[in-house]
């Protein structure tokens, strides 16, 4: 059986969150034995001003269950002695008591109870003597390490999955009766510490083996790391499907651009064809071997890039274009001229690969290139832009166009540099303007 945890393993996390319900716990439960003893060493002033009190003398009783009451040697009475305050002081049948004890008005015929210990056997009793042992800050480390152990190992079954076919672990309710389980092993085995005589016993030691208090501790431990499991469920689940939707976004990104570079290179391809069959038909094999080796270094760039989603610098692709633009000059010789004025500090900038390509493709297609009015065509850059532009010059028979070259080009900028292409068309002028971005 393989297990592993939710979110690479987070133990340190678990520890700390651990640490915190176990500090939570206990410290919830020492506060309120510090508020009785602050309430106590005051002497019951708070009480004084609004219940009468009376110093009672007497011998204590304990039942089995744990409750006292002082018989008042003189009168006879019975004074109700608490079961926490009787654990708390470690009191003991037949103690000989002198105590101070109010009458509950708000219960009709209830004894009176012990609101303060005076003198004990004999000797007057000293409430500070029960917080000053030398072991106290022990015993107080030993239950926060044993809460912190027991909420740990809860939070690891309850964050816990398991790989494989059998899915048991994906059930929150066999989590939750696992989880059951060890909470009533680690309620038997919580220690229970008498801070006056500093014994320490566990819960299946005890002679009830019933403590509310304990009981209320490991219930609310458990509640704690039940509703934090879940939300940590509910926190990882959505960052499986944010990262799951990111993948499939990526993928679908490389889908889509590889099925735009795909249509580029039949195009380019046949075009390339046409004008090397031209040479060779003028038997031209100088400048056809020429044409082979600049025809060598574009396709090779097309291999290298064409399903390459990395953008690639200025300057490359400079390089492809002056090859590019190389084979025109042969098939037109003086008809067709490009100017490039490249700024130096933009050739480290960054763009989609085969972008002139197109620009290029399109500005000799569409427009009339002759002897006597020759075609130029610009490219610039402007700011961190790369211009392209020629002027509009129509043929006698116009092509119908595809679209395909600028809408290619427009989505992968859009796909790769999450910026868009601005497109200015007149009658006299077409520019093309591809925003560089910083390397």
């Known amino acids: 059986m393989k297990l592993k945890l939710t979110h690479k393993s987070p133990i340190v996390s678990y520890t700390l969150v651990a640490l915190a319900i176990s500090l939570i716990v206990n410290f919830s439960y020492m506060l309120l034995m510090v508020v009785n003893q602050s309430a106590e060493v005051r002497g019951g002033k708070e009480h004084k001003d609004h219940k009468p ?7 204590l009783s304990v039942s089995v269950d744990g409750f006292g009451y002082l018989i008042d040697s003189s009168t ?4 109700y002695v608490e079961r926490r305050s009787i654990g708390r002081l470690d009191l003991e049948d037949g103690d000989v008591l002198t105590i101070e004890a109010q009458r509950q008005h708000h219960r009709k015929g209830s004894h009176p109870i012990m609101s303060r210990l005076l003198v004990r056997n004999g000797k007057e009793f000293d409430y500070g003597s029960l917080y000053n042992s030398s072991d106290q800050w022990e015993v107080i480390l030993f239950q926060i390490l044993f809460y912190m152990v027991a909420s740990l190992l809860l939070l ?16 929150v309710a066999t989590r939750i009766i696992v989880a059951l389980l060890i909470t009533t092993v680690a309620y038997l085995l919580s220690p229970i510490t008498f801070y006056h005589s500093g014994e320490t016993k566990l819960v299946c030691q005890t002679d009830t083996m019933l403590d509310f208090v304990v009981m209320l501790k490991c219930l609310f431990m458990l509640a704690v790391v039940v509703l934090y499991s879940q939300i940590y469920v509910l926190i990882y689940q959505r960052q499986q499907i944010l990262l799951e939707n990111e993948l499939l976004q990526n993928e679908n990104l490389t889908t889509r651009y590889n099925m735009l570079v795909s249509q580029i290179n039949p195009h380019f391809f046949f075009n390339s064809l046409n004008s090397l069959s031209m040479l060779v038909r003028d038997n031209d094999s100088k400048r056809a071997l020429e ?4 025809l060598s270094y574009t396709f090779r760039y097309i291999t290298q890039n064409g399903n390459n989603t990395e953008l690639v610098s200025l300057a490359e692709e400079l390089n492809f274009a002056e090859a590019y633009c190389y084979m025109f000059h042969i098939r037109y010789a003086d008809k067709i001229f490009f100017d490039f004025e490249i700024d130096e500090q933009y050739k480290s900038y960054l763009l989609p690969a085969l972008s002139l390509q197109p620009l290029i493709g399109n500005a000799v297609k569409h427009n009339a290139i002759t002897s006597k009015n020759p075609l130029r065509v610009s490219i610039r850059t402007e700011g961190d832009c790369l211009v392209v ?8 028979e116009p092509q119908v166009g595809t679209g395909t070259g600028l809408e290619n080009l427009a989505s992968r900028y859009e796909l ?3 910026k868009n292409i601005t497109i200015e068309s007149s009658d006299e002028k077409f520019t093309v303007r ?3 971005k910083k390397s």
């Open 53 to 59: 009190t009376v110093v009672v003398e007497g011998v």
């Open 76 to 79: 006879g009475d019975s004074i």
């Open 156 to 171: 690891l079954i309850m964050t816990v999955r398991r790989t494989g076919n059998n899915a048991v672990w994906t059930s």
């Open 291 to 294: 044409y082979i080796d600049q």
């Open 389 to 396: 532009s020629n002027p509009v010059r129509p043929l006698l």
């Open 416 to 418: 790769m540099v999450g």
């Open 434 to 436: 591809l925003p560089l």
